[in-house]
Every structure is written in C-alpha cells, then in structure tokens.
C-alpha cells in the first residue's frame, strides 16, 4: 500500500542508505563487547587467560556489569588485550575510535585498529576496514581494495559482506551494474539468514519493478527479517501485508508489524497508521482523534524531513478537532514518546536497541 510517494524507494538507493551511509552524528551506543567474537580463548595458555580476563572486565566497564559505567576503563582494557595482538579487542577499539565512545572520535585511529585486527585474521574488522574504504573514511577513498576484502569475506560465506556485494552490483559502483548478481549476493545472504539479506530479497520480490513479484514469497522473507529484529522489514511487511490481506499469517499482523516499526522509531510506520485511522482503511475505524495522534508521533520521530506532507495532514486533522481533543492527543503522543524513544534500525528480543549491528561500523537509515 503506497500511502504516501514517498513511502517507497527505488530498493537500489534504499540499500544503498542502508548499507553505506556512515552517519557522523549518531549518540554512541551500548554494546555487547562480546558477543561476537573470531575466536574461542584457551584457558590452559596464560595469555590466553590474561587476554580472556581483561576483555570480560572491558566489557563490564562498557555495560556496567557489577560496577559502575565507564567508557573510558573500557578502552584501557581493550587496549591492553589489543596491545598485546588480540585482534577481537584491536577491532572494539577500531570501533569505539569509529563511533567516540570512551575515546575522541577518530577514524584514522579506528582504521589502523581495523587495518591490525585484519591482518590479524578478524573477519569483523576486515568487513569494518571494507565499509570505510568504500566510504573513505580516515584515508583515501579505494573502491577495488574494498572489493578485495568483501570478496575475501564472501568466500568465507560471511552473509554481511554479502550484502554489501550486493548493493554494490545493484548499483554498479567498482563493478558492473547486474541486479540479477546483486540478487544472487542477497539470496545467499539471505540463505544464511541474514535479515539485510532477507529483507533485500522481500524488496526485490515485491517492489523491484524489473523483477517478477511473488508477495507470498516476498512476505515469508520479510518476516524472516524482521523476527530476527530487523526494524526496516517490520515496515516494509506491514505495507506489504496492507495491500495483499491474502499472505497475512492472522488478520492484525500487518497492523502488529506498521506498530513494531513506529516502536523502533520509523516515522513512515506512524505516518502509515495515522492515515489508516484517518481515512477509515483495512480494518482501521475512522478516528480524526487517533490519526492528530499519530501524526504528532510522526512529525517527532521524523524531524524536518515530514515537514511537507505529514505536517500538512497533521494540521488538517487539527483543525477537525476541539481544543480539549487536541490537548490530550498531543500530551498522549508525548507521553508514547517518552515510552519509545529510541530511532533503530535493529530490536532484539532481549529488549537490546541497536543503530546498526554489534561491533560493526554500519549505516543506520534515515528514514525507511
């Protein structure tokens, strides 16, 4: 259901700010140090051990686990497994430099970590180092060798490095323009249950105009995507579920997923619900005061960007109420606000909000 021109993009470009826009002014975020980790430490080896023990207390200075939390002696543990070749911790420290975090923000510090934790064998740091050639990042911008280490990852099967091959090829930046190898990229992605891959080929068999379109299949991709927490497919699938009732799992599942996504932050999810309740649509009873509700949430979460047509909407539907109705839908969506705060491109079951994936130097959307 195209609820707006706007709401959807050509799949290239909106990959494209996925997957390669490195945002400068995001907030620094709290991450699982250890979460994802290349390899396992040997207990029977001393500096294995020692390594192993200075990671555990970095990342309880970073999350605050058993004492109080503190970047900065964060940093200073990393540092020391870093110095002494640790590549897990030489590529938190590439990150934390990347994103300011117990450090001052510097990119060419974080990728001369990455560059070490690379060569160090991190597959997490070489897709880290890859994203920042491609965007130049703290040093000259090199397409082809950032093609050479996504390669590099992409034999090793590494779905992210996939992806990025992916977008790549859709666009035909360093490589030939070829959708159909940009989907070959995202299918294998998506066969290791990537949720970027997922959602990538849910895109293609749904909306890409060039492609055959199967909105049961495209649909079982996206919600594959989006239980793995995957903010932009719980959108794109409650759109998708709106014009095609017929695929939906159970009759409010396209509601359930627009609602996840304007939890997460996705203003176009907010917007999507107050039309639907304004104009009365796909179950939704007609209610002027819902609608002056979720506009308002839609015009906070989307800042300047909804000041054309959303913002118009909103005034409308205004002007259909009374100034006490206005008054409590305005002071409910503050409150909601208060309650959702967070602008995510990744919600995990554990009640983990993410801008981009742990440990990883990644492009949040703005916007869908």
Request: some cysteine.
């Given at each position: 259901m195209q609820l707006r021109p706007s709401t959807f993009q050509v799949l290239a470009p909106a990959l494209l700010v996925l997957f390669l826009s490195v945002f400068t002014n995001l907030p620094a975020q709290t991450i699982a140090p250890s979460a994802l980790l290349d390899k396992q430490y040997n207990p029977a080896n001393p500096l294995a051990r020692a390594i192993a023990d200075e990671l555990r207390l970095a990342g309880d200075y970073l999350v605050g686990r058993g004492v109080a939390k503190d970047p900065a002696q964060a940093v200073y543990?990393?540092?020391?497994?870093?110095?002494?070749?640790?590549?897990?911790?030489?590529?938190?420290?590439?990150?934390?430099?990347?994103?300011g975090i117990g450090v001052e923000r510097d990119e060419a510090q974080a990728a001369k970590w990455f560059m070490r934790a690379a060569a160090s064998g991190?597959?997490?740091?070489?897709?880290?180092?890859?994203?920042?050639?491609?965007?130049?990042?703290?040093?000259?911008?090199?397409?082809?060798?950032?093609?050479?280490?996504?390669?590099?990852?992409?034999e090793k099967n590494n779905p992210r490095a996939e992806c990025y091959l992916g977008v790549l090829s859709m666009i035909g930046e360093g490589v030939p323009l070829d959708p159909q190898q940009a989907e070959k990229w995202f299918a294998r992605a998506a066969k290791a249950k990537n949720p970027e891959g997922e959602y990538a080929m849910g895109r293609i068999w749904s909306f890409d105009p060039g492609h055959e379109h199967n909105f049961a299949r495209a649909g079982d991709f996206l919600r594959r995507s989006a239980r793995a927490g995957y903010v932009p497919a719980m959108h794109v699938l409650g759109l998708l579920l709106l014009d095609h009732p017929n695929i939906a799992k159970h009759p409010d599942e396209a509601l359930a997923s627009?609602?996840?996504?304007?939890?997460?932050?996705?203003?176009?999810?907010?917007?999507?619900?107050?039309?639907?309740?304004?104009?009365?649509?796909?179950?939704?009873p007609q209610d002027i005061s819902q609608a002056f509700f979720w506009f308002n949430v839609a015009?906070?979460?989307?800042?300047?960007?909804?000041?054309?047509?959303?913002?118009?909407?909103?005034?409308r539907a205004r002007d259909l109420l009374t100034a006490d109705q206005q008054?409590?839908?305005?002071?409910?969506?503050?409150?909601?606000?208060?309650?959702?705060?967070?602008?995510?491109?990744?919600?995990?079951?554990?009640?983990?909000?993410?801008?981009?994936?742990?440990?990883?130097?990644?492009a949040a959307p703005n916007g869908e």
């Open positions: 543990w990393y540092r020391k497994a870093a110095d002494q070749g640790d590549p897990n911790a030489q590529n938190q420290l590439g990150y934390f430099y990347c994103w991190s597959q997490s740091a070489k897709l880290n180092l890859a994203v920042m050639v491609l965007k130049g990042s703290g040093g000259p911008r090199d397409v082809r060798f950032a093609l050479d280490l996504l390669h590099q990852l992409a627009l609602r996840h996504a304007s939890e997460a932050g996705t203003w176009q999810a907010s917007d999507a619900l107050a039309i639907l309740a304004r104009d009365g649509r796909s179950g939704v015009v906070a979460q989307g800042g300047p960007e909804t000041l054309g047509p959303v913002r118009a909407d909103l005034l008054t409590r839908q305005i002071d409910a969506a503050q409150v909601w606000l208060q309650l959702h705060p967070h602008q995510d491109l990744f919600v995990f079951d554990s009640g983990v909000h993410a801008l981009f994936p742990i440990q990883e130097v990644y």
